[in-house]
């Protein structure tokens, strides 16, 4: 009985370990944009750090140019994480490769914690991950020639 206690008291602790994963940011964010919920995406990314200021013309562009991108690149599809680099246990840099309807792109965020709770760093994307994956590939058969 007491083996039993144990195994479930591990499994009670293995979904909270990956629910706190970066505070959820990411999923948060990707939540609202799979809802067409762009600029509610970004307030959310601002949200999450006082000392970013989330009313100048920079968040504005960046709002523009997320809900420009149902008409350039059709709807949200997808994420996956394909980049995690961490830097000790209080800074992440992560990117991820979110699929729309006509093509891919990079999403990358930069979180911190600098206490208890994971904060918003900063955030970009581009549609260039294609080009980086071509070269990268391209490099390793440049490599392999004899």
Not at 42 to 69: C, H, M, P, S
Not at 76 to 101: C, D, M, P, S
Not at 120 to 135: P, W
Request: aromatic letters at 12%; one cysteine or more.
């Amino acid at each position: 009985m007491k083996r039993l206690a144990a195994i479930l008291a591990c499994l009670a602790v293995i979904p909270l370990a990956r629910a706190d994963d970066y505070g959820g940011i990411p999923e948060r964010f990707f939540a609202l944009i799979a809802k067409g919920e762009t600029s509610q995406a970004i307030d959310f990314l601002y949200g999450t750090n006082r000392w970013v200021d989330g009313n100048g013309d920079q968040v504005k562009n960046l709002k523009g140019e997320l809900a420009k991108l149902h008409g350039l690149v059709g709807g949200y599809l997808f994420n996956e994480r394909i980049v995690e680099q961490k830097v000790g246990a209080h800074y992440a840099h992560l990117i991820y490769l979110v699929g729309f309807e006509r093509q891919p792109l990079r999403f990358e965020f930069k979180v911190y914690k600098p206490g208890g709770d994971w904060r918003f760093q900063g955030v970009s994307f581009d549609a260039r991950l294609t080009e980086d994956i071509d070269k990268l590939a391209n490099g390793r058969l440049a490599g392999a020639a004899p």
